[in-house]
């Protein structure tokens, strides 16, 4: 499953060896196959975009784009978990099945960051892209909100959806958050650093969008669920809505 792989690398953040490979990437996207043709399209699309940018641009509009705000927070419990304490549970169940995959993580790295998730999910041989599956809520959100902001970024969002072999109408989902206010602005960071000061609750935030069943094409809900294993498994997450 390198295809997870590489996406896991893309949307890291762009390293200067990442830059410096990026040739190599592409030659693999372009000749494997691994790939068929719309994946392969939406991944040179992506790479090509940011093969022509000087790196510190880069750096500059990832910062920008992912590190402020939560909107399109690539760690995946901020979506699904918000503030509430389930989520320091769910860190830890999925931490120990990493390590059960033999995936070993540096202090300062959360399980839930998308682009470990991807790594972990590529060990998984047949199962891994149920994996990607049971965070296709999360996925197709942000590919919406990252299509508002017109970032080529979403591209890697529609691929792994793609993977996952689920169809959701983005266009619908895209309406739906086209009115949601900017959290990355300097009044909506504030604003939110005040709101954390003083907020001792731990209340989950009852705010967050998500895909309705409407909105699946193939008429399936789109919740964080176990896979096929998670009875043999108890380290597996608990499934949530």
């Given at each position: 499953m390198k295809v997870l792989n590489v996406i896991s690398r893309l949307l890291d953040y762009p390293s200067d060896e990442l830059v410096r490979n990026l040739n190599e990437l592409t030659n693999w996207v372009a000749e494997s196959d691994e790939l068929d043709a719309p994946l392969r399209d939406r991944l040179l699309a992506f790479i090509s975009h940011y093969e022509c940018m000087d790196a510190l641009d880069w750096q500059s509009e990832y910062d920008g784009l992912f590190e402020r705000g939560r909107a399109v927070s690539l760690h995946l419990f901020e979506h699904i978990h918000g503030?509430?304490?389930?989520r320091g549970q769910a860190m830890v169940d999925l931490l120990e099945r990493y390590r059960a995959a033999g995936l070993a993580l540096s202090?300062?790295?959360l399980p839930d960051y998308l682009p470990i998730y991807l790594e972990f999910?590529?060990?998984?041989?047949?199962?891994?892209?149920?994996?990607?599956?049971d965070i296709t809520h999360v996925i197709a959100l942000l590919s919406a909100r990252l299509s508002k902001r017109?970032?080529?970024?979403h591209l890697l969002m529609?691929?792994?959806?793609q993977m996952a072999?689920?169809?959701v109408d983005l266009s619908a989902l895209q309406q739906e958050v086209a009115d949601e206010e900017r959290d990355d602005t300097p009044q909506a960071l504030d604003?939110?650093?005040e709101e954390e000061v003083v907020s001792f609750t731990g209340k989950c935030d009852q705010s967050i969008t998500r895909p309705s069943a409407a909105q699946l094409r193939d008429g399936q809900p789109l919740?964080?669920?176990p896979s096929k294993d998670t009875a043999q498994n108890p380290a597996q997450p608990a499934p949530q809505e």
């Open positions: 503030e509430s304490r389930d202090q300062r790295e999910c590529a060990t998984q041989g047949e199962g891994a892209y149920e994996w990607v599956h017109e970032s080529p970024y529609d691929a792994l959806l072999g689920v169809s604003k939110i650093w919740t964080w669920a």
